[in-house]
């Protein structure tokens, strides 16, 4: 008799909601627990849903088993009485996969189990497309258990479901001097998944010279895929060569990828991280050999976004021997520089014996822009026997004048050559340190141009 009350504990210890119909209760019996659904199957986006529970044993409870109950909680009504329900909430999925749960009722020693099944969240390939001026075509690929849609309001973005699993994002020319950002949005049931497309700006092909001078000189980067080895020569050294970047330069390429490109009609600055564990990126220089003598020196160009970007456009004395004419004193002229870490805040500044940076005395002024790593900006230099004289967009940034008490003071009296290059890290770009996650970079030149006087 002892056994037989024994056996009958265990099986009644072993009554659950298994029955294959979920809506048809189970248990029954003098003393035992019932309940309907038998089994939960929750969508990715969760929701609550209610069981139905009878118990003819007295008192009854609810509660999620231990390794669920982060995303799984219930509310219990009517515990005290033979029929209440359960709530069950299911948070939505938020991990890559789909996932399984318990809940538990309980009454005495009896307990009945409540299968959760939860799908995984809808997931797409990129939740960004980068697109060129000229248009682009991108695949995108959702995985979901339902059906879904996507859909854009933007229209140079057109989209196409073109097959179970993928879709194909498009975007028509732009023809305006403004970046354009639009949105992709994918739908299944309550879940959404948004996808961001940036696209570049078109080129700017109309040359503005400045009132009394003339162009003698641009490129435009929009023939070939490389820059010209008789107007561009690519610096090679090593990390901290100075500044104590943590670059390297090479000539072009590096493991296999080009630090140096033309794409879209502009000049593309890589900075990027090898397999080898180096920085690599690009430092290049217009016609080092002869460079300019004054002039109205000019480029458009868009920063790149990082901790321990330093991009710039600047300008170096033609063919100097440093031994007999060091640094400062061989002057320095800086058009344009930002660091990452204070984004958007460009700077134009002069070197020379009397002003620099070295002994704090340095002649510079720096403005936040906004956008400078979102937009295209237009950075000039105004160079006369008189004068240096820098602007943003146009609008004047800072101006350091001839003081006429000699080199010291003013060394700008021979040719300089533009520099345009992307360092990483260094005693500026890197004072607070870096984020190699920021990693891979560009910085995009859209034309670099060289004005002289007329007259």
Excluded at 43 to 55: I, R
Excluded at 218 to 230: C, I, K, M, V, Y
Excluded at 279 to 304: D, K, Q
Aim: charged letters at 20%.
């Amino acid at each position: 008799m002892k056994i037989f009350s024994t056996l009958t504990l265990l099986l009644l210890m072993l009554v659950s909601c298994g029955s294959d119909n979920a809506d048809e209760p189970v248990g029954g019996g003098e003393g035992t627990l019932a309940c309907r659904p038998t089994q939960i199957e929750a969508g990715a986006a969760g929701g609550t849903y209610t069981l139905d529970v009878s118990c003819t044993g007295g008192e009854w409870t609810a509660y999620a088993s231990d390794n669920n109950a982060e995303w799984i909680s219930v509310s219990v009504t009517g515990g005290t009485t033979a029929q209440g329900t359960v709530d069950v909430t299911v948070k939505a999925n938020t991990t890559d996969d789909a996932r399984q749960g318990t809940v538990v009722l309980k009454s005495g020693a009896e307990r009945l189990t409540v299968p959760v099944t939860q799908e995984a969240p809808m997931a797409v390939s990129a939740t960004a497309f980068y697109s060129y001026s000229a248009g682009d075509s991108f695949t995108l690929t959702v995985t979901t258990a339902g059906d879904w849609d996507i859909a854009v309001e933007e229209d140079w973005i057109a989209v196409d479901k073109s097959g179970e699993t993928t879709a194909t994002i498009t975007t028509l020319p732009n023809e305006t001097l403004a970046m354009r950002r639009g949105t992709v949005t994918v739908t299944c049931g309550q879940e959404q998944r948004k996808v961001e497309i940036t696209q570049e700006s078109a080129e700017d092909t109309e040359v503005r010279a400045p009132e009394g001078y003339a162009l003698v000189w641009s490129d435009e980067f929009n023939q070939g895929e490389t820059l010209d080895a008789d107007d561009w020569t690519h610096e090679v050294q090593g990390p901290g060569w100075v500044n104590n970047e943590l670059q390297t330069y090479v000539d072009g390429q590096a493991g296999g990828r080009r630090v140096t490109e033309l794409v879209d009609g502009k000049l593309n600055i890589h900075c990027f991280k090898g397999a080898n564990g180096s920085i690599y990126s690009g430092r290049v220089y217009a016609h080092v050999n002869e460079g300019w003598l004054h002039g109205y020196f000019e480029a458009r160009i868009l920063l790149p976004k990082g901790k321990g970007t330093w991009p710039a456009f600047w300008m170096m004395p033609v063919n100097n021997d440093f031994g007999a004419n060091p640094w400062p004193d061989c002057g320095e002229i800086d058009i344009m520089e930002e660091v990452g870490v204070d984004a958007n805040i460009v700077s134009s500044s002069i070197h020379c014996k009397a002003y620099n940076h070295t002994i704090g005395t340095q002649k510079t002024q720096s403005r936040n822009i906004g956008t400078a790593e979102s937009e295209f900006h237009v950075y000039a230099c105004e160079w006369t026997e008189d004068y240096l004289r820098f602007f943003v967009d146009g609008e004047e940034l800072m101006t350091f004048r001839n003081e006429g008490t000699g080199r010291d003071t003013w060394p700008f009296t021979y040719a300089f050559y533009p520099i345009l290059n992307l360092a990483w890290g260094g005693d500026w770009g890197g004072y607070a340190g870096v984020d190699e996650s920021a990693l891979p970079v560009t910085m995009k030149v859209d034309y670099l141009r060289v004005f002289q006087k007329t007259e």
